[in-house]
């Protein structure tokens, strides 16, 4: 249970609600994050007995640090997932170190030429004007972007396609074809070398699926909703940061 810290009143001013009912109102977000300072309210109302307003249920979760902000949103994980992902963890935890220096990892990533998608926060003064190298510029359109297919193993990286059209699992076949064993051999890996992309549509359909299996090219697999948990996501946030 939690309780809330004491907060001062000017002299002669009593408050309005006891700390019994401000620790009523601490843990009902305690045990739903969710919930509207509306429901809690009524929710009081019945259970002690007496009037209070929204904005005051608000205002006893203001002085205790609480703050609306937007629920991330994630893919749903169902029961089913986590076991699938647990299954898959165990399945790999006694691989050893010559199995995953057999893995090329593959990625594609998208670079912005001119990012103007995040949001930037600037130090100023109240009602000052912002000077120019306080201003975020921006460009139409976001400035375009470029969309690149790129491979690594443990040693390092292999070979980079800057794709001109938007990605299908017939262009992703053609660029394997092209680019897998060649990239394979620069980085000094067998013909035995394993596969690692992800659960993109374009890397499991048909026309990929059967390509891979008439060359006999071992794929891992990727449990459902997983993590992306391929070293290629650290090369890509890098370029992204220097951009």
Known sequence: MKTVKNIGLPRGQKRKTTKEIDNAIINRIHL???????????????????SVSSRLVRRRLNEQGYRTTVAKRKPLVTNFHRLKRLGYSYSYLAKSIKFWDRVLWCDEAKFDLFDSSGRQFVWS???????????APTVQQ?????????????????KLVFLKENMTGSIYKNILEKNLYAAAKKLGL???????????????????VDWLRSMNIEKLPWPPHSSDLSPLEHIWLFIKREL
């Open 142 to 158: 976001g400035g375009g972007n470029i969309v690149v297919w790129g491979c690594m193993d443990k040693k390092g990286v292999g």
């Open 32 to 50: 739903d994050r969710k919930k509207t300072s509306r429901s809690i309210q009524k929710e009081i109302e019945e259970e002690f007995g007496v």
């Open 125 to 135: 003064r109240r009602g000052e004007d912002l000077p120019s190298n306080c201003i």
């Open 190 to 208: 067998s013909k035995h070398f394993v596969l690692m992309d992800n659960n993109d549509p374009k890397h499991r359909s048909k026309i990929v």
